[in-house]
């Protein structure tokens, strides 16, 4: 920032301490007196501004020589690097190759998707209404933890929204790419569920499930004789039958191909070969490619164990925050004093090198009583399917119960 002046003039002042800013240079150099960065001055009057946050991030800074830097200037450049673990935690955005973007400013009809989307998020959201309601909270008084957590709960929720507006207008539909027979197994499977809740329901044969059997060749079997039992298991043979005619779909799918393809040559004559030749070979390559999936992806199969820690404070000092186990959940809370925590957390996974601690909780802040501890988290197997259900219930409850704890939009009334 040019400011045309120095860092203790009353006006400049005055507008740092409203906004809780600071230099980053020379809160760094602190011991040291300001270069100047102006060719016919001989005071600092060019700076990098940030609030206490962006300062626990950054690891160095500084100011280059008057004729450094990218372009002829009568100002010095000044400089920060940060950490940006630090700055971002876990959300720092990684650029990828332009050719793997699916969505394109140059595009018009996808940025036009894209801005009816993010406009339909933030009035679902009610961002604008809150930015507002925000701005006034500051005018009114002073920064409090309450508006800190506002405003970082704001910040995420539009950022949350424009990349689920990006993903939206960038995604792409490929169409679905099933043989005749996967078709029928999955007709079979909507017949033999719909025959499962007509018996556990005690309904009767609805005309379109008739129709639908007629047309599938399945006879429907006596409604009152058959057993719940029995419609269950049909259902899980379907659904056996489908998986196994999944394996090979793309050989099939490159069959019927043919199939149309000889057809359609017998009625119109010529060689449409060439026509669906690529839809065959793109049918060839998904059906090889289903084979090495399975091969590389083991089978499902249901839970063995969970394991819970035993511990319920881990400390994490690269990122500078303190997990909490809540309820088979993490919460994260964010540093703000050497050795001190704030209440309000969000969701997050713990890394594996966070340190078991013992910690002290007055009002709004957790005190870490030994900061210094080497005690890797330990963790208990649960292997009774009682127990195991018990967690699960707790933790999806506890999940579900976040966006009420932090007190963001969407809120309604309960159900």
Known sequence: MDANAEWNETKFKEFTDKNG?????????????????????????????????????????GTLDLLDGVSPSD??????????????????????????????????????????????????QKIKERVEDLAKRFEEKQWTHAEYDAFNRLDKEMMDAIRAAASRAGRINFGYQRSKDLCVAGAAIRLHKAILSCVRNHRDFSEKMEALAQTLGIKL?????????QALA??????????????DDGERRAAWLEDIMT????????????MIKCMINAAKRKGMFKRLR?????????????????????????????????????????????????????IKIPPNTAKVVDVETSGDVIHVKNPDSTKLATWR???????????????????????YIEQCPPIGQYL
């Open 75 to 124: 100002h010095t450049m000044q400089y920060i690097d940060v950490d940006e673990r630090v700055l971002f935690g876990d959300d720092s955005f990684c650029p990828i190759q332009g050719y793997q973007r699916e969505f394109r400013l140059y595009d018009v009809k996808r940025k036009e998707k894209y801005k009816e989307k993010l406009k339909e998020i933030y009035e679902h």
């Open 221 to 229: 079997p006596d409604r009152e004789k058959i057993t719940l039992k």
């Open 263 to 274: 057809q359609r040559a017998l009625e119109v004559g010529g060689d449409p070969a060439k």
């Open 294 to 346: 399975a091969i590389l992806k083991s089978a499902w199969s249901s839970l063995d164990y969970i394991e819970v820690p035993v511990e319920k404070w881990l400390l994490d000092v690269e990122s500078n925050e303190l997990f909490e186990f809540d309820n088979g959940i993490y919460i994260a809370h964010a540093k703000f004093e050497e050795d001190l925590y704030e209440q309000y957390g969000q």
């Open 21 to 61: 800013l600071i230099d980053m240079i020379t809160d760094i150099h602190s011991e040291e007196e300001p270069p100047p960065t102006y060719a016919r001055g001989r005071k600092k009057i060019d700076y990098i501004l940030g609030d206490d946050h962006i300062r626990r991030a950054v690891v160095r800074a």
């Open 381 to 403: 197997r649960v292997t009774k399917p009682e127990e195991m259900e018990e967690w699960l219930l707790k933790r999806n409850k506890r999940h579900l119960q976040q966006m």
């Open 234 to 247: 049909n259902v899980c043979e379907a659904w056996k039958a489908k998986r196994l005619i999944e394996i």
